[in-house]
Structures are given as structure tokens and as C-alpha cells.
């Protein structure tokens, strides 16, 4: 499987725009880039998936490079409930989520 | 339907002893999977099942490791003669079949396993 890379950590400030970065610079054709996040205590929970053009839903954007090379997911307004640790995964078709180490994002009142 | 329910939600138990735990995945969800997660680590994927078909099982998965689905509903994971590094975070998650509509994966909360 093409692996991600993310930073380990983010810290923002509550109510203001989140941007959490991923490479993902040996992704094929067919995989998809898949953002889960897990909070504290809970199993992971889908955030949202993309191929090759921006989606949004009511969690949050996700804006793919035009080479595909790397990915942003875009939390608009972060609100404490947001501090998990978001995991970026590629994945093609029927396989299962391979998760890395993902980004552990720290909200501040 | 409340959501992928796993039991029980923690688990003590002496080296060298048997547990099973189980899954019980959203109702039309043909495909259901187990992952091992420990702490400060991202999940860590163990085997998974297309209805009552076990598909694919990670290297992970030693000869310890057992994982059912009988009916295509329910699973159970059983770990034989546990071990202090068997101590985990023990996930389940289901989602439906590849060339449906919506295919996200639903996880539950785990099953915490402490080996003493």
C-alpha cells in the first residue's frame, strides 16, 4: 500500500480555520484518500474521502493537489470537540483502511 | 440501528488464559473488520470478513488468534493462552460491500484488553 506522511502534531485555536496537511507522494491511480479521525476514547470515525476533485460535506473539505501527490483536510471552524488525531489513508477499492500514525490536533479555547 | 456494539467494552485477565470478545456490526453491512490498537498507535489491521467469508488475515494474526462470523452477522475474537503483550485496544468495524454506494467504515468503541 502507498503510504501518507503527517505531522505528528497541530495545535489551533478554537473557532478558526484548520488545515491538516498529507503527502502521499507514491499514491496510484486507483487509490482513494480517505480522512478518519479518532477522539479520545472512541474508535476511529469517517470524516470524508476524495479521488481526484475537492468534496466537502458537513464535516469538513478536503482539497487534493492536482498531482495528487498530497491532500489537505479543512476543519472551518475548529471547536474543542474537534482535538483527535486525524489519520490520512489511502486506499484502493475493497481493501481495508491501513492506518499510520496520523496528526494528533490540539484545540485551544 | 445504533451502530457497530462490541462486549464487552473491557477485559482483565491472568497470562495464560482464553477471552473471546465479540461485534456485533450495523445490521446490512456485509463486510466486518478487526483491528489491534495500543497506545499512542494508529489502529493495526487483524482480519476481516466479507459476510461469513473470512477474506484476508494480517501476519499479525497468530496462531492464538481466532476470529469467527458464523452467520454473516455477529463476530467473535478469541485469543488463546493470552499473553502481556496481547494488551490492547481491540477494534471492530463493518461497512459495506466494494461497488456500493457508501463504503465508509463504522467503528465501535473497543474492547480493552489488560493481561496481568
Known amino acids: 500500500d502507498a503510504k501518507t506522511t503527517q505531522p505528528n502534531s497541530m495545535e489551533s485555536n478554537e473557532e478558526e480555520p484548520v488545515h491538516l496537511p498529507c503527502n502521499h507522494s507514491?499514491?496510484?491511480?486507483?487509490?482513494?484518500i480517505h480522512w478518519y479521525r479518532q477522539l479520545p476514547s472512541q474508535g476511529p470515525e469517517y470524516v470524508i474521502h476524495g479521488l481526484t476533485s475537492n468534496v466537502n460535506n458537513r464535516m469538513a473539505s478536503l482539497a487534493i493537489a492536482e498531482d495528487r501527490k498530497s491532500s489537505t483536510l479543512i476543519l472551518h471552524r475548529a471547536t474543542l470537540r474537534d482535538a483527535a488525531v486525524y489519520y490520512c489513508i489511502l486506499k484502493y477499492a475493497g481493501n481495508m483502511l491501513t492506518f499510520g500514525g496520523g496528526t494528533r490536533l490540539m484545540v485551544k479555547p | 440501528d445504533t451502530g457497530v456494539s462490541q462486549n464487552p467494552r473491557h477485559k482483565i485477565t491472568k497470562r495464560g488464559q482464553n477471552v473471546t470478545f465479540r461485534c456485533d456490526p450495523i445490521?446490512?453491512?456485509?463486510?466486518l473488520y478487526w483491528y489491534r490498537q495500543t497506545l499512542g498507535q494508529g489502529p493495526e489491521f487483524l482480519t476481516y470478513?466479507?459476510?461469513?467469508?473470512?477474506?484476508?488475515k494480517s501476519r499479525l494474526l497468530s496462531d492464538r488468534f481466532s476470529a469467527e462470523r458464523p452467520k454473516g452477522s455477529f463476530s467473535t475474537l478469541e485469543i488463546q493462552r493470552t499473553e502481556q503483550g496481547d494488551s490492547a485496544m481491540y477494534l471492530c468495524a463493518s461497512s459495506l460491500r466494494p461497488g456500493t454506494r457508501n463504503t465508509e467504515a463504522f467503528f465501535g468503541q473497543g474492547t480493552r484488553l489488560t493481561v496481568v
Open positions: 445490521s446490512e453491512h456485509n463486510r
Open positions: 507514491t499514491i496510484s491511480g486507483t487509490d482513494y
Open positions: 470478513f466479507q459476510n461469513e467469508a473470512q477474506l484476508e
